[in-house]
Structure formats: C-alpha cells, structure tokens
C-alpha cells in the first residue's frame, strides 16, 4: 500500500482572546484583551496508504479535526508539511480538491430544503463527473446503503441515519481516492451505525481510497480500522496496529471468576489482593487485573483457592486501553 | 465556463423549487420590494417639484436613471444579496468547510449560491420601468448606446459586488463583521444617487476608492449621450482592479479561516 498522505512535523496554533464573565469583563475585553495560545495540533507526523482506514481517536479538543481539516485544504497550518495525493492540501488546487471527500457527522453539505437527487446533479456539475458513470455510482451507492426510495424526499425530511447516507453518498460520487470521515455515525442509532460501517467497508474493499477517520465511538474503530493514531493535546502519542495497543500498552490481563457457591468475606481475603488489582467482587463474581507476566500463575493460584464455576482470562478492552492513554497526563509514558 | 453556467443553471431551478413552496412568504417579499420602488419613484418626484435639474439631469432623465436603480437593487437582491447576508454567518459559525473543498472557485459558490427567485419577479417588473422610462425619452438613445447601457450594468454589479465583499472579508480576522456590513449598507444609498452631485474629494473617493458613484450613473450617462470612451475605461478599469484586489483579500481571508470546532 503506497502512502498517498504524508504528514511531517504538521502544527496548528490558534490565537484566542479571553474574556472575564460579566459585563464588566466585557466592557474591559473592548480596551485590553488577554490572549490566550492553543498549540491544537504539535508536530504531528503520520502516513496513510491506499485501501487503508486510520482512526484519529483522541479525547475531545485533542486535534483530531484540525488534522482532518489541514489535510482536507480547509484551514493553514502553523508549520509542518503535509502532501496529499502529491499536492499541498492548503493550496486547495482543484485537482486535488476533485480527489478527496469529507464528510462530517455534525455538518451537513446538503441543501436543506431540496431532494437528495437534486443535490447530487450539483455535484455531478461541480465534480464534472460524465453521465453514465454518476448514474453507475449514484445506483450503487444508494443500492448499498439501501436508500433508493428516499432519493426524491427533500432531506429535511428524512431521518438522521438517512440524511448521513445522503452524505455519505454526496461526498463518494466522485469516487474520491482520499476519504475524511470525521465521526460520520455520530448522534446515529446502532443500527444505523452499523449499517455505515458495513457501507464503509464495502467501499474500500471496491475502492481502495486511503480513509482517515474520526470518531468517539470505540466500535467505529475496532470495526473500521486496522491502525489508530491516538492523540493527547495535539500530539500523537500511538502510532501502530490496533490489536498492538492492548499487548503495549496494557501490562495486565483481566480475569473473572464465576463461584460455584457464595463465598462469605471472599472479598475480604488477602489472596485477591496479592494476585492483582480487584476491579469488581462479590460473594459470586470476582474480576481482577493480573500483571499479564504471571496471568497463568494467578490463574492456577485462585483456582486452587476458591470453588471456582467458570473462569475467564482476557484481554483488556481496547476502549478501556485506549482511554487510559488518552486521560494520562501530558509528559506521562503512553 | 460552461461549467459554471451549468451550475448557475441549477441553483436558479433549485431557488425556484424552494421559493415557490413557502407561498406567502414569495408574495410578501414581492410586496415589500414593490413598495421600495414606489417610496424610490416619490422621491424623485417630489424633488422635481422643487428643481428642474439634479445633477445635470431633468426629470425625463432622472427616470432613466431611477430606473436603473430599480434593475441594479432588483439584480443585487436576485443574484447575491441573500448570499453575502449569509457570508459572515458562515465565517463565524465555521460553515464554509463545504465550500472550501469543492473543485469550484469559493468566490463564486459562496456568492451565487442562492439566487432570490422572490427577487427576480422584481427584477422583471424593474425591467418593465426601465423599457417605459426609455421609451418615454425624448431624446434620441441608439442602438449602441443601449447595449453600452446593459453591458455597463453588468459591469456595475461585478463593482457592488466587490465592494460590498470589502466590508465582509474582515469577519475571517474578526469574526464578526455586523456594524462593518451596516457601514456599507449606510454608504450603498450614494450609488443611488447622480455622480455630478459629488464634487472635489467625495467625488473623487466615489469614483476610485470606494467607486458607489460609478454603478448606476456611469451607464446612464453613457445611455442618454453624456458619456465618452473615458466613462466606459474608468468604469471597466476601476472594476478591473476592483476584483484584482477582491480576489487578493478573498485569498488572504480563507488562508485565515479558522473554521471551528467540533
């Protein structure tokens, strides 16, 4: 998979001002303002290959849409380099502009008050895309997705799931190689949630465009993708597969037990803690973190122990792993 | 080009479909701008009662010229009125994202977009003034002259245009661009008035740096006889920079654009 997007040391500092509450600090925001220095995005370098889907997961604020919004040619960076495709997004050249597509779940590119169809003839015109290939497209997208009966119904009259594969369907007609997803199932219910990641995958297993994608939702991206960048305060501080988070960065394993029988005072006893960190007991249920080194060991030892029903020894949640590297603090080890 | 047309072509049908489904709402607007062209014709009127010349033109001649103030509010409101109303909105609210990345000039998505089909009824009867206020002219206007008169209209709205565009470009720095947008509102009314009325660095201000002046009375000039081959290169040539400039402030603008956040 060659990297069609190439990111270097990109950085994005936003100026603000501050305002105290209250009218009084209104009135001294119109002489004396204090301003306030955002470093959203800092050096960041990255790439991304074709038919490849990378998740931007970061806490909110961590600049996970400033990348998206650099690289898609909508806002300047501070400093760094970025090619996309071979151009500089920034320089918003239509020849790259024609090759990329965002989508953004909180904002919507169609008109309003107007069918679906409609807005799509404006980005046939706008994207100069011939005849029969718009027809190919439109019909199968809107096969894929399941929404050829909506087509002629104006969008504000349509569901949220079904104005976000309007989007979804205005923003690939031009068979774009780059894809911006910036968290397109948000606010959607799960079954429209999985239905767009379904269409997500059938699309790039068609067509193979490099996807950057966006979202709060874990399942978007265990789903979705095989590599993530997780951001903290505008640096990317993992870089690597997904199934690789949880053997790097989670030093323990999680292990239920299921008693055959209550166990009065089981919580109580001093061989839970000495074999690992209790996450939840009672008098039926214990599940700890164990160092994941001596998982097998602690393992024999509560078995020995306890009259033990059932006993699991998993890996922990990539959602968990992945929001514990997002909340450490900055300068913390990752 | 042709794409351009095309696409024009589209958010002309689209503006119709949308104007016509809100019923009252199209005839209320209709309604609000006949009364603008009544209060317009009034004044006029009645300052003739006072005056036989306004800046060296009779009442026969002022008709042209209000009624060319008719077509151009009519053209402004029809093309791109709506449009730079909603501009800083965008700006503010982080809304031009759409914009930015489609493979078509910013410029000219953002400023024609939403055609006022409300508007262009208006537009319709404007015309039907300004073909009454020709035909009742005594004078002698020629064939050359009405097309200079029509080209030097188009001519005018690429000026109103870009002029307008300065007083809203500076919401990509401030963010807010409401009393700037009301400062050109209040200056607009002095392109609807005759040119020789300015005299000394006013007149010289209206028809170079903040060219108002030149929009309706250059080509009415032009049309009733007044005009020479200066008045035509003054008006292309200060629309020329105009936009040369425009297009230098619209880049500097959206290198700023913040965008917002989500």
Redesign the interface.
């Known amino acids: 998979m060659p990297p069609i997007v190439h990111v270097r040391g990109l950085s994005k500092r936003f100026t603000v001002h501050k305002k105290a509450p209250g009218l009084r600090g209104s009135v001294r925001a119109l002489f004396v303002r204090d301003k306030l220095v955002k470093d959203a995005v800092r050096g960041v370098s990255f790439e991304v290959g074709e038919g490849e889907i990378v998740g931007l997961v970061g806490a909110n604020g961590a600049g996970k849409t400033t990348i998206v919004k650099m690289l898609a040619g909508i806002i300047h960076p501070t400093s760094g380099q970025a090619r996309v495709l071979g151009h500089d997004p920034w320089k918003r050249h239509n020849d790259f502009r024609r090759q990329i597509a965002l989508i953004m779940g909180q904002k919507a590119q169609l008109w309003w008050d107007l069918p679906a169809a409609d807005c799509f003839l404006v980005l046939k015109e706008i994207y100069r895309i011939p005849a029969d290939r718009y027809r190919r497209t439109l019909d199968y997208l809107a096969d894929v997705l399941n929404i050829g009966d909506e087509l002629n119904v104006q969008i504000r009259r349509l569901s949220l799931g079904e104005r976000m594969k309007m989007e979804l369907i205005a923003a690939l007609l031009h068979t774009p190689k780059v894809v911006y997803l910036d968290e397109p199932t948000i606010g959607l219910d799960l079954s429209a949630q999985r239905a767009i990641r379904g269409f997500i995958l059938e699309y790039r297993e068609r067509h193979a465009p490099a996807m950057l994608l966006t979202s709060h939702y874990m399942e978007d991206i265990e789903r979705l993708c095989e590599r993530i960048l997780i951001m903290r305060e505008g640096e990317i501080v993992y870089d690597g597969r997904l199934d690789q988070v949880v053997r790097k960065h989670a030093g323990y394993k999680v292990l239920t037990i299921h008693l055959q029988e209550q166990v009065q005072g089981v919580c109580e006893t001093p061989e839970l803690a000495a074999v690992g960190e209790v996450q939840e007991c009672n008098e039926e249920l214990i599940r700890l973190h164990v160092p994941r080194r001596e998982a097998a060991t602690a393992a024999a030892h509560l078995l020995a122990s306890y009259p033990v029903a059932d006993l699991t020894l998993e890996e922990p949640e990539i959602g968990d792993i992945i929001e514990r590297i997002m909340a450490a603090q900055k300068g913390a080890p990752a | 080009m042709l794409?351009y047309i095309?696409?024009y072509a589209?958010?002309v049908r689209?503006s119709f479909?949308?104007a016509m489904?809100f019923r009252l709402d199209f005839f209320f607007r209709i309604a609000m701008d006949c009364l603008f062209y009544a209060v317009q014709l009034a004044f006029f009127g009645i300052l003739y009662r006072h005056t036989s010349l306004l800046g060296g033109w009779n009442l026969d001649q002022a008709w042209v010229f209000v009624a060319g103030i008719f077509v151009a509010d009519a053209l402004q409101m029809t093309i791109f009125a709506n449009n730079l109303w909603w501009l800083p909105i965008f700006v503010n609210r982080g809304?031009?994202?759409?914009y930015?990345?489609?493979?078509?000039s910013s410029l000219f998505f953002l400023g024609t977009r939403d055609f006022a089909a409300n508007s262009f009824v208006n537009l319709l009867m404007a015309l039907g003034v300004l073909c009454w206020a020709l035909f009742r002219y005594p004078g002698s206007l020629g064939f050359v002259g009405l097309v200079l008169y029509a080209l030097l209209t188009i001519v005018g709205m690429l000026l109103l245009f870009a002029v307008h565009m300065y007083f809203l470009i500076p919401v990509f720095w401030l963010q807010s661009s409401r009393g700037l947008d009301e400062i050109y509102w209040s200056i607009h009314v002095l392109s609807e008035r005759p040119d020789r009325i300015f005299h000394g660095w006013v007149r010289r201000v209206l028809v170079s740096i903040l060219p108002l002046a030149l929009i309706i009375s250059f080509p009415t000039r032009v049309v009733l006889g007044e005009g020479s081959a200066w008045t035509i290169v003054h008006m292309v040539g200060v629309t020329f920079v105009a936009w040369s400039l425009l297009f230098v402030f619209w880049n500097r603008g959206v290198?700023?654009?913040?965008?917002a956040?989500?």
């Open positions: 794409r095309r696409l589209h958010f689209f479909s949308r489904e809304d031009l994202d759409y930015l990345v489609r493979p078509v290198r700023s654009y913040s965008s956040s989500s």
